[in-house]
Nanobody, 124 residues
Framework: VQLQASGGGLVQAGGSLRLSCAASGRSFSNHAMGWFRQAPGKEREFVAAGRWSAGWWYYSDSVKGRFTASRDNAKNTVYLQMNSLKPEDTAVYYC??????????????????WGQGTLVTVSS
């Protein structure tokens, strides 16, 4: 299983970015997908998670209403649309996957596969 994250960059506060996570190696129809981020000097934190087959997503309170996750089955890719970005959103963003859903979807330790991370920098 391979996850390839991309789409990060430098954006001004209030702007938008869309991250992509291309998945390969197997069918992800029964997988849970997660987005996490790690800011400099901080621990990795949960951003969003959902079940690939269901198409619904959970979000952290800090991004709810601003970020939207989605997936494209034909491209085997999940996305994270980030709007109204704030300087505190600056972090390396990671996508992750695991076989089957978990009630602990917000915990990084529940995921078996990780992308390499993509840096998002939001300037004030």
């Amino acid at each position: 299983v391979q996850l390839q994250a991309s789409g990060g960059g430098l954006v001004q506060a209030g702007g938008s970015l869309r991250l992509s996570c291309a998945a390969s190696g197997r069918s992800f129809s029964n997988h849970a997908m997660g987005w996490f981020r790690q800011a400099p000097g901080k621990e990795r934190e949960f951003v969003a998670a959902g079940r690939w087959s269901a198409g619904w997503w959970y979000y952290s309170d800090s991004v709810k209403g601003r970020f939207t996750a989605s997936r494209d089955n034909a491209k085997n890719t999940v996305y994270l649309q980030m709007n109204s970005l704030k300087p505190e959103d600056t972090a390396v963003y990671y996508c992750a996957a695991r076989s089957g859903w978990t009630v602990n979807y917000y915990s990084e330790y529940e995921y078996d596969y990780w992308g390499q991370g993509t840096l998002v920098t939001v300037s004030s």
